[in-house]
């Protein structure tokens, strides 16, 4: 937990300084920022006053370093694919351009889908099922918010590009499951 604490730290105040777009809705970072705290604070905790106790469940733990391994390694490629248009904001650059390579060419927010891999991960890995229900499902109902606010303020920033890209990229996984990667219908089709 200290490594991901740290880590986490490191990569939120050691973005590279550059000209700032337009950041729709900036209080969905301190949303996150507190439930992605709540969700380390909580399984560090959960683990000392439960888990102890209960005993650890091996497997869970293993899968949840996994999960959260995976996450990390993805959200570090998506990172490194957006190089300086990565923003923890959801932000709108002048001339803003719609990447579609490394992980981008299979899904339109691989970043959030390492990110929720992660704060599934990181209470398994304590097994801390407290924490999970009540910040990382929080987390992810707010996440998914986000996106949406993201995709409109892409659909009317980039237009067409963007909404060919929906068309073409699942949201989140690199494969087509309906509750995640819901594909807007398009008029022609009504």
Known sequence: ?????????????????????????????????????????????????????????????????????????????????????????????PNHQIIREGPYQYVRHPAYTAIIMEVIGIPMISNAYWTMMFFSLPYICVLMWRVHIEEQALVQAVGEPYIQFQRDAPRFLPYKIKIFNKKRKSRQNL
């Not at 709540?38 to 888990?51: A, D, K, N, P, V």
């Open 1 to 93: 937990m200290v490594f991901v604490i740290g880590q986490r730290l490191i990569e939120t105040y050691s973005l590279p300084k550059r000209s700032n777009g337009l950041i729709v809705r900036p209080h969905s970072l301190t949303i996150l920022t507190v439930l992605h705290l709540g969700c380390m604070i909580g399984s560090i905790l959960e683990y000392y006053l439960f888990t102890i106790h209960r005993g650890l469940v091996p497997m869970i733990s293993v899968l949840g370093f996994v999960l959260y391994v995976g996450g990390l390694l993805v959200r570090n490629w998506a990172k490194y694919t957006l190089r300086q248009h990565w923003s923890l904001q959801v932000e709108i650059l």
